[in-house]
């Protein structure tokens, strides 16, 4: 039984059958009509006008985002753990054409406005240094921690005060939402945030993922940096159907609440092995070599995280009954 | 009735039920078990030892390729009409960080050697002028022509001589093998070239494109480079499975097989009018203003290409009964 | 007796001396009271507020400036033989970050606003080509032609109906003014130049040119982008006084016209091998492998242009002396 | 009384008489005698052969070393506080094309061998994480220790095992060197660096640095990227000239040897205050505001360095009688 990570689950059957109802013929690249009502749909969950452009992954969101709020020269502060850091492969250097990523620490992955003021007010001002441009945070976090709206809020000050700009790399947001019960307006543009990487992959999507400006002036040079990466897929309504199948009835927030609800689950078991609050889909275990050899024993599979830790994740797909079992075992180690 | 382009028809059955079918739990990336057989099963098409990677798009697998093939500094001849010059956005910079297209000319897109050999005759050695260090040439080009495995060894061959890498885009290489009745390898490797895009998008496919390294140890850096473009899908299994069904029976032959024997019908009704001859599944017409306006008229849809021309692309899904009634209207212009 | 290049001349004895009286203590980077007093002193020969960054090589004053003026996924018009397309390595697309130089031909090396028009036009604007930002002509041109104020205003006007930058490489500005005898301004600003390469290492200079910033709102970020590559000297003031010297009592023009007088003393000489109007310090002959053999034989140096033609170079310190066998060897020919 | 740096003190008189020496005719770029002479020069220094390149600054030096060492998808492993990191605006970046600075700490900015391991000991080797290519080390560092032979060999010997190029940033090489007393092989290539910035410019240089190649078949590459970062002077004798003249007589080790000699009369007079030994011309205090003020008031002038330090820096021209009455008000503080 899988608990390595929510990124390799199958595809959810709304979202498949949107992609199987899009094969028929209409204007290629985004000019189909699916494409067409992006902007539209998305603009009534944040109730707000935004621009939406399908990527087909996280990391395509996330450094299209960054290229349009950081020039070449600048700096982007983000958490030393933050996935654009840690496990981009460089994406965030090459879309930006080198900008420097500024690291930041903080408890469960989340940034702080001390901790970035801290970093942001070591840095002369002068040409010698590379000056920070844009903030990115994670919700929920690499840790699946969440930021409420109130502490965003207060980044999205500082990000103001500043001058920089806000991303947010949602590749788990729905998980976030679901968490926060808030409309994805408070804890995004509300709160100061410029755009937005909104995650579908880990959700029940297939290969779309959508990225969204609230500050909607950015759109237009991402939509040439889209291209221009070779991301523009000519066929592109098979992304966009996912999208708003998504957004579909809430599919979106049903899907995360099931993850965030089977991680509670496995939490509940091993409140005592927490290394971070479980907020999201991730649960994060101290657990010895010989208990996780023992976990791997009974069939359950999950990733090791540095030593005497485990990540477990759940995925929307994953029913109580499948992860009763794990749970009893953690609870029984 | 669709003329305009064959990059927005339906995707064919059989592919989308390998999609459909690849709807189960697997490794995350490309370790799963779809994305693991391409090496062998293109090796067998191939009848030599390939890597091979996914991508999503044509512009992805031509700028890897030419990534793979060139560094920064240098240069990358192609025919000043190549998609990668007129149609990429700046991809080609993008990905090898700024190496330079340098551009020739030569009747229907078609390099030539000779027009190879002028141009890289007349570049100074030394520090100042940008040094080829690539050939990209597409088969079938963007007029429809076919490179035989005797023109692309003849363009290996002065590539050998100087040093220089060798790359095919092969947006359209199933229309160009369906129109040699060659082995895949005679027109590819065995002809000089080092790094094939094999498309499968305008051919029945949905998403994904095959990157075909002949020169295999190019691959680990496009490895890392497809990630670091933000092109590594975490569920890359549905990619995958959309080459292997393309590859199934050779089904990517037989679309392309009726997508060209559909442009030949067309052809064959316009012979006074051709523009370029038609080997593949594209068909240039002079045509009137007046004339296309009429053709319009009628219901077909198409691209005016310059002043006086028009473009006719037939999709491996038109059957001939979709197309004679244009082929008629033609015929009685 | 050399005539190959103007590039490889001593520095004037003002100038030198100028360095000379700068070895002192003061101030590191551009802090330096030389380096201070740049805008100012050329806001006075350009009769408008002018930003001015020293940089040690005409290619790094062309390279900021069109980073300046044109992102990375922009297109800059220039003429094929333009320097910065034909003899700069690959810098423009470098400092760009792999921005597209788009190339247009006219006679003389010179653009016209017709060639601009024609090409410009052309392009669809949309994502997948790439789109035009700026237009770089240079001033003398490679070919010693100069563009009139009129000419470089008929262009200007185009750049500002596109919406594009204005960049001069003027590696031979001075002698494009000395030429046309009117006041800088007219053939830069107020002509619509908003960068302007003004060079003087041909001219008499050690290592260092101008970048002069019209539109000074682009200034800060060339600051900022000089640091980033390397250019910012930490002994800036040695830069700074060899422009401050080249100003003084206008020895800038004074050398130009030195060099510009010689040019035309050959090019009296040999009006009916003169391939372009001598204008500036160059002189293109026709001249057959043998008659190019014998000058050499008498000890002129110089360098072969193609086929049957010959590049003759006068530079600042070469005497109507030094010059006048040359020009009788050419009459005798 | 300056104090603040080394990098603005004014050009040894026998650099600037090589200077004025060079002025006269020769061949432009680096085909000039005196730059045809630098291979051969640096290899007698160097006891082997190696390539040099002259280039204007530090900067370029190290970030030309580190393009040729490092492709733009991998990483250098670097201290937190080096100069590439810390005040070079992202050059390193702009230069590798987005290659990731991956910091590591130690006492008085030196890397250890257990620090390099520790950081690249965790990076996982796939594709999603970036790879270590190369180690970059500053002697003498920027709080002015000096890696011995034996440090530089223990790092050495971690390169290569892990395949990683080295390079030593060397703006203060002569100071170290000077310090050591030892053959400048013996803590270069014979301890496995690579490619060494050979600094002149605060040590009696004008405005050349070397870059000097122990892995000579790197210099290639850097001559083309010398020339496409804007860095080849036309006239690039007045370089040379300069690094050949700080060579004759070991005038590099000489100015050198004053400096450090000045900075020791410092911090024997401060004993209690330092907060890093003085092995090289920088001398790091402990001292209150108050204390700073009152030596300000004194006339002299210097650098905070953070909260209660401050920075001292000797430079080759200060004479004992200079520097001697800020070791009385030290002591007397």
């Given at each position: 039984m899988r608990f390595f990570s929510d990124n390799a689950a199958p595809v959810a059957q709304p979202v498949l059958d949107a992609m199987i109802a899009a094969n028929t013929l209409d204007t290629a690249y985004d000019g189909d009509r699916w494409s067409q009502s992006l902007d539209a749909r998305f603009s009534e969950v944040f109730e707000t006008n935004v621009r939406v452009l399908w990527v087909?992954?996280?990391?395509?969101?996330?450094?299209l985002a960054l290229a349009a709020l950081c020039p070449p020269d600048g700096g982007v502060i983000c958490h030393a753990h933050a996935h654009i850091n840690v496990d981009e492969a460089g994406a965030p250097e090459f879309y930006t054409h080198g900008a420097k990523l500024m690291l930041a620490d903080g408890p469960g992955a989340k940034l702080t406005p001390h901790a970035i003021e801290t970093l942001a007010g070591a840095i002369r001002n002068d040409v010698h240094q590379v000056q920070p441009r844009a903030i990115?945070?994670?919700?929920?976090?690499?840790?699946?921690?969440?930021y409420t709206p109130a502490e965003v809020t207060a980044i999205g000050d500082v990000a103001r005060a500043r001058g920089l700009g806000l991303h947010m790399d949602g590749a788990r947001f729905a998980n976030a939402v679901a968490h926060l019960g808030c409309a994805p307006a408070d804890v995004t543009w509300r709160a100061g945030v410029d755009a937005l990487s909104f995650g579908c992959v880990k959700n029940g999507g297939m290969n779309a993922e959508a990225l969204v400006f609230?500050?909607?002036?950015?759109?237009?040079?991402?939509l040439r940096r889209r291209k221009r990466a070779g991301l523009l897929h000519s066929k592109g309504r098979y992304l966009a159907a996912q999208l708003l199948a998504m957004l579909e009835d809430d599919l979106w927030l049903k899907?995360?609440?099931?993850?965030?609800?089977?991680?509670?689950?496995?939490?509940?078991?091993?409140c005592a092995r927490l290394v971070h609050p479980v907020?999201?889909?991730?649960?994060?275990?101290?657990v010895t070599a010989d208990e996780a050899a023992r976990l791997r024993g009974l069939g359950f599979d999950f990733y090791d995280w540095g030593v005497g830790e485990a990540r477990l994740v759940?995925?929307?797909d994953q029913a109580e009954a499948d992860i009763a079992p794990l749970a009893t075992a953690i609870a029984a180690l």
């Open positions: 087909p992954t996280g990391t395509a969101a996330n450094c990115s945070i994670t919700n929920a976090t690499e840790y699946g921690l969440v609230f500050k909607t002036e950015l759109a237009d040079m991402a899907n995360a609440r099931a993850a965030n609800a089977g991680a509670r689950l496995l939490a509940n078991a091993a907020e999201a889909n991730e649960v994060f275990l101290k759940v995925s929307w």
